[in-house]
């Protein structure tokens, strides 16, 4: 493995007051429900770098939500690793929708190859994931990638149960089946004889120890994301020390978060899976002219300005702006805490 290029910070983190200035919140709409939402709420800042994002989800505690705001302001205060690649190819999302709408959703996703299946959603069956994931293969072909996400939603049983279900299909791997590490290595026990990887997202982002998951030999690969693991610089450290091929994805960004993402995926040394990050196609407008929708299946690396006519547009409502205030004060407090403003 090549060394992974890394910059030295910058000394200087901006005062609050110099994060706030340049604070514009808004509220996209989805082309179709997302993790139970009609619209994506995320507040923007602009640095020294450029524009950077801070989009934890809603339900998010501070502790955790202040990790997504470091890596924001590491994005738009420092100078980010080198970047090995020009473009990053991206695999298709697919929500947890009815069967007969998965034509309809893929046809967002120039040239993806992949797809990522959600799977396990509350209120629905395994019946219902195995009719979804039957239509893509039929959209892709038997040529086209496909990986399930459960977002950690079934036990041991029942991802076993599952496996077998959608063995049929030919899966490029399972994403969280389980929540703890040790139902994964459980899981990957069980299931070593099929030759159907694991790989782990939010035991890797949401855990006190991201690298608990590959010393557990619990998954096969991991899921990195920029945001969540306190930005482009952190995330490389934690591939680095985790020794497992990595996939990096998003949080149902804007352009502007999904160029972080890009950014990690661009310096990685090995990148081997096509990346979560073609989420622009699940919203129905974004904040930049040209967004990052998949071409061809790949996106540009790069960063990105966003258009004044349409955070204009899209602007969050007085009330919503002041709660994000709040809640960036707040983590801004947390990192205060930690040592890290």
């Known amino acids: 493995m090549h060394p ?22 808004v509220s996209l709409p989805l082309v179709t429900r997302f993790r139970g939402v009609d619209h994506r709420e995320a507040a923007l800042i602009e640095g020294p770098e450029g524009w950077a994002e801070f989009s934890p989800f809603l339900e998010y505690g501070d502790e955790e939500a202040a990790t997504w705001l470091s890596a924001a302001l590491d994005f738009a205060w420092q100078p980010q690793p080198k970047a090995l690649r020009t473009e990053i190819p991206v695999n298709a999302t697919m929500p947890a929708v009815a069967a007969d709408r998965v034509p309809e959703v893929l046809a967002r996703y120039d040239g993806c190859r992949t797809v990522k299946v959600k799977v396990a959603e509350p209120g629905q069956t395994l019946d219902d994931d195995v009719a979804r994931v039957r239509a893509v293969r039929a959209a892709m072909g038997p040529e086209g990638r496909i990986r399930v996400d459960a977002n950690g939603g079934w036990n041991v049983d029942e991802a076993e149960h599952a496996a077998h279900a959608l063995a049929e299909f030919d899966l490029e ?59 482009v610089r952190r995330a490389l ?74 955070l204009d547009q899209h602007a969050a409502s007085p ?14 407090a947390v990192l205060d805490g930690r040592g890290e403003v």
């Open 4 to 25: 992974i290029d890394r910059p030295e910070p910058a000394a200087v983190t901006p005062p609050l007051a110099d994060l706030l200035a340049s604070l514009r919140v």
């Open 173 to 231: 791997y399972l994403e969280q089946p389980c929540a703890t590490v040790d139902e994964l290595a459980e899981l990957r026990e069980r299931l070593h004889r099929w030759d159907l990887p694991i790989a782990a997202d939010e035991s890797v982002r949401k855990a006190q120890d991201p690298i608990a998951v590959a010393r557990a030999e619990a998954a096969d690969l991991i899921v990195v994301k920029a945001q969540p693991l306190g930005g």
């Open 237 to 310: 450290e934690i591939v680095a020390e985790a020794g497992l091929p990595a996939v990096v994805s998003s949080a149902l960004d804007t352009s502007i978060g999904l160029s972080q993402g890009a950014a990690l995926a661009a310096a990685l040394p090995e990148l081997d899976f096509d990346c979560g990050l073609g989420t622009a196609s699940l919203l129905a407008a974004d904040v930049v002219r040209d967004p990052l929708v998949p071409r061809g299946g790949v996106i540009p690396v790069g960063r990105l300005t966003p258009d004044p006519a349409l």
């Open 319 to 332: 009330e919503r702006r002041q709660w994000w205030i709040a809640r960036i004060e707040r983590c801004y």
